[in-house]
T-cell receptor, first 111, second 115 residues
Framework: RKEVEQDPGPFNVPEGATVAFNCTYS??????FFWYRQDCRKEPKLLMSVYSSGNEDGRFTAQLNRASQYISLLIRDSKLSDSATYLCVVKKGGSARQLTFGSGTQLTVLP | NAGVMQNPRHLVRRRGQEARLRCSPMKGHSHVYWYRQLPEEGLKFMVY????????ESGMPKERFSAEFPKEGPSILRIQQVVRGDSAAYFCASSPPVRANTEAFFGQGTRLTVV
């Protein structure tokens, strides 16, 4: 079983749609959680951290359920520029060497 | 403040040749990490270095791969006698000294193609 599992998609949605991505992780010792965005053939970039209380950044909302070891990302009012691969990332300690990446969920927002 | 700089961006090598990938961390960052991304897969940790020290190389293959981060100059990931399976995107990330929730910043990657 992979340490971090995501639905690979692809998700093809029209502009303005709401789309949700799910992620599960297997290591209960995981301490920090993130969503990264990776555009085609580019480097991953931090989209947002994920907190147990849930957090929102504009059109993006992230949720964490530690009991179920489940992370989600909700994107409202999708834009064409949201098209990318979204990586669920889990960290066991304070160092970036302990980042574990999911394989990513591909999103295409259609005009 | 320039970001993490990697070069070359694209590298083509024939089987059996050596590949050298370079990474200059962000200014003020003393920690460097190398990750590999195979097609259709997530990034996999390879090695973590500080200046002149390898801290953790648990993700690096035991043979043909080596990494260094000298006192002066960029970090180098070296792959000897490359094989087709080494074809991947290699990303370098850097971070400041470790504290809780330290974010790592990624370079644009080097895409290695072995022919």
């Amino acid at each position: 079983r992979k340490e971090v599992e995501q639905d690979p998609g692809p998700f093809n949605v029209p502009e303005g749609a709401t789309v949700a991505f799910n992620c599960t992780y297997s290591n209960s010792a995981s301490q920090s959680f993130f969503w990264y965005r990776q555009d085609c053939r580019k480097e991953p970039k931090l989209l947002m951290s994920v907190y147990s209380s849930g957090n929102e950044d504009g059109r993006f909302t992230a949720q964490l359920n530690r009991a179920s070891q489940y992370i989600s990302l909700l994107i409202r009012d999708s834009k064409l520029s949201d098209s990318a691969t979204y990586l669920c990332v889990v960290k066991k300690g304070g160092s970036a060497r302990q980042l574990t990446f999911g394989s990513g969920t591909q999103l295409t927002v259609l005009p | 403040n320039a970001g993490v700089m990697q070069n070359p961006r694209h590298l083509v090598r024939r089987r059996g040749q050596e590949a050298r990938l370079r990474c200059s961390p962000m200014k003020g960052h003393s920690h460097v990490y190398w990750y590999r991304q195979l097609p259709e897969e997530g990034l996999k940790f390879m090695v973590y270095l500080q200046k002149e020290n390898i801290i953790d190389e648990s993700g690096m293959p035991k043979e043909r791969f080596s990494a260094e981060f000298p006192k002066e100059g960029p970090s180098i990931l070296r792959i000897q006698q490359v094989v087709r399976g080494d074809s991947a995107a290699y990303f370098c990330a850097s971070s400041p000294p470790v504290r809780a929730n330290t974010e790592a910043f990624f370079g644009q990657g080097t895409r290695l193609t072995v022919v």
